[in-house]
């Protein structure tokens, strides 16, 4: 009906070329980092076959207890990220309505306080108190992450332009629509970003969790320490490593896939 | 003029936290199909007045009565389903496709997709953007003046019968804006929406308002008239000085040429090619070749001079300022305007300018054939 075509003759000030969007290249997003990972881990292991190893060595270096550390890792890991994202998420969620915006710092000093305690002293405190295993440590482990969860969901949700959020509710969105429809896809990156300093913690946190008797590459570290092995230590470290790097590669991958498009 | 659709009756917001009102019993009736421009400094309560009529701001006290209902309590989410919503940018979700944009309220509505897509490429043409071309592209990828029509297209999607637009043309450079403000009030012409339009631009405010509300602190409601009235007769000083100096002269753009103004000067006809100043009669004289009025012969004691003439059209689009333009364009005391045949229907004397403007501040408002047509719209629903 409005007969001038959209932005026509006089529209040099106005470009409509199509812009595209900014994407980064697959082939290199999905598979630098694992490439390298392999490649140091290729290296590793040639680098152990050149060495003598003696029986406490071996009895530690080989697939199966090293395979057995690594899941180990892998549960404690997992388990404590998966409860941090369902407790920082929903109560960053609830931290940034209006309603409530008062006590979100008594919370958020709470979190904070949470988090300075050394994480070290945090295992060791629930393995002497709660017990030993793997459940105590991963306790210690969801309390030392749920900063970056929570005050990356806090600040993604509350550095969503105003206006906009305005917009969605002047166009007849309830509360809850205006949250699952704009604010959350809004925050899904910067929550992610929090997600992913998580778990890179976590990784390196759980190596402590042997010392309450939860198992993971911690132990192959400590017995290398303890028994005076640096071989077996370099294993332990490097291995932790490896998988921090992994993880966090994987994170970065679900972040770009997550990302809402048109941003 | 139409029946009262929004009624505003003396609604007050207070902030938490504040003292002084910012919006303080205020009063407004906007008719069914016009459009009412909010116009004031920055900080005058427009804005907060605006949003109170979708509530979302909510009034401390007083009632929004819209189409004869009471809608105070009314819930406000399905209120602003029935209400479109510009604001500047459009106010777009930047990660929802155009077409998501446009479809939003429909799915809040719980429309068929089938139906919603339909509709969303219905509402792309509507606002000039090729559905093929932008239904899957995503704000990003859109200029100022696109997004904006978009935010446009989401407002009208599920055909409310009020739009509640807030500087929407603010953030696209002059040019597109203009554009976009023609398209707007030919779109308009179709649809008839009510609407209630916060500008702080005045210009625009009498480029597209039926009627305009100067707006001054604490909303209070300085001046509510025809741009054409507000123009040629400001209520006070306040009024004045918002309008600045030679707020008369808008007016001219604004009042249209009226037969009534017209008056019958002297013509001679002569051949193509031949104009002789010397058989000019009075001190102005329209020369007509091929029964088609092409200049004057205007006439000096000493020297009688030709001067070639574009004449004006008599018509809904031509304005004082118009015939004003080509006295001085030309140096005659006086325009000529022709039929759309181009025959010669009289001359706009420069004395009946101002008699013009006085007559219009006075009277009528000869704004321009909107509002009369809208009246013929509704009566022909009705």
């Known amino acids: 009906m409005l007969t001038t075509a ?18 980064e290249g697959t082939f290199r997003l999905l598979f630098t980092t ?51 994202l369902l407790i920082a998420v929903p109560l960053g969620i609830v931290l940034s309505r209006p309603s409530v915006r008062r006590i979100a710092p008594i919370v958020n000093a709470l979190v904070v306080g949470a988090q300075s305690i050394p994480s070290f002293g945090l295992i060791v405190l629930f393995a002497l108190t709660l017990g030993f295993g793997a459940q105590y440590a991963i306790y210690a482990l969801i309390i030392s992450a749920l900063l970056p969860v929570l005050s990356n969901t806090v600040a993604g949700l509350e550095e969503i332009d105003l206006e906009l959020k305005e917009a969605a509710s002047g166009i007849g969105m309830t509360r809850g629509q205006v949250l699952r429809r704009v604010e959350l896809p809004l925050a899904v990156p910067v ?56 993880l966090d590669h994987f994170a970065r991958v679900a972040q770009e896939l997550l990302k809402p498009k048109g941003l | 003029m139409t029946d009262t659709f929004i009624q505003l009756d003396n609604l007050t917001k207070t902030f938490p936290g504040t003292t002084e009102p910012a919006v303080d019993e205020l009063s407004l009736d906007v008719c069914e199909g016009e459009i009412v421009m909010l116009v004031g400094p920055s900080g005058c309560g427009k804005t907060t ?11 401390t006290s007083g009632r929004i009565i819209i189409g004869g209902q009471d809608v105070t309590d009314a819930n406000p989410d399905e209120l602003r389903r029935s209400i479109g919503y510009v604001i500047q940018q459009g106010g777009l979700f930047p990660h929802m496709r155009v077409r998501d944009n446009v479809a939003a309220v429909l799915q809040l509505l719980k429309w068929s997709s089938t139906k919603i897509s339909q509709r969303v490429d219905e509402m792309l043409d509507l606002v000039g953007l090729d559905p093929a071309v932008y239904r899957d592209r995503y704000p990003k990828q ?47 012409r179709e649809i008839c929406k ?69 008056s019958t000067l002297p013509s001679i006809s002569v051949e193509p090619g031949e104009v002789d100043p010397a058989r000019a009669q009075g001190p102005a004289t329209v020369v007509i070749q091929d029964g ?29 300022a118009d015939a004003v333009g080509q006295m001085v364009r030309v140096g005659a005391p006086a325009a000529i305007l022709v039929d759309e045949a181009g025959q010669l229907v009289g001359c706009l004397e420069f004395s009946a300018v ?25 009566d022909h629903r009705a």
């Open chain 1, 191 to 246: 929550v992610l970003a929090g997600l992913r300093t998580a778990i890179v913690w976590n990784v390196g946190t759980a190596t402590v969790a042997a010392f309450a008797g939860a198992g993971g590459l911690g132990t192959v570290i400590t017995v290398g320490l303890i028994q005076n092995r640096d071989v077996v230590t370099v294993v332990g470290g490097m291995l932790t490593a490896f998988l921090a790097i992994l």
């Open chain 2, 292 to 320: 088609r009025p092409v200049g004057w012969v205007t006439a000096d004691a000493s020297d009688r001079t030709f001067l070639p003439v574009e004449p004006l059209v008599l018509g809904p689009r031509t304005h004082l």
């Open chain 2, 194 to 262: 009510t609407i209630v339009f916060v500008t702080h631009d005045l210009t625009e405010a009498i480029k597209m308002g039926d009627r305009i509300a100067i707006v001054r602190d604490h909303s209070a409601v300085a001046q509510f008239d025809t741009p054409a009235r507000i123009l040629a007769k400001p209520a006070n000083e306040f009024v004045r000085d918002f309008l600045g100096e030679n707020a008369e002269l808008r007016a001219l753009s604004l009042l249209e040429v009226t037969s009534d103004m017209l």
């Open chain 1, 34 to 84: 694992p490439i390298v990972l392999l490649a140091g881990a290729v290296a590793l292991y040639l680098w152990v076959q050149t060495r003598e190893l003696d029986s406490v060595e071996q009895r530690i270096l080989n697939s199966t207890q090293l395979g057995l550390a690594l899941r180990q890792h892998l549960v404690l890991v997992g388990a404590s990220t998966a409860v941090v």
């Open chain 1, 6 to 23: 959209p932005d026509a003759p006089l529209a040099s000030s106005e470009s409509s070329q199509i812009r595209r969007l900014p994407r």
């Open chain 2, 142 to 188: 859109l200029s100022g003046g696109e997004r904006q029509r978009v935010g446009v297209a989401r407002a009208l999607a599920a055909d409310p019968p009020i739009m509640l637009l807030d500087e929407p043309f603010g953030a696209v450079d002059p040019i597109v804006r203009e554009r976009l403000q023609d398209e707007f009030l030919r779109l308009q």
């Open chain 2, 354 to 378: 101002p008699r013009a403007v006085v007559h219009a501040a006075a009277g009528s408002a000869p704004k321009s054939d909107r509002v009369d047509k809208k009246v013929a719209d509704a």
């Open chain 2, 49 to 59: 007045t605006m949003k109170m009529i979708n509530r979302l701001v909510e009034p």
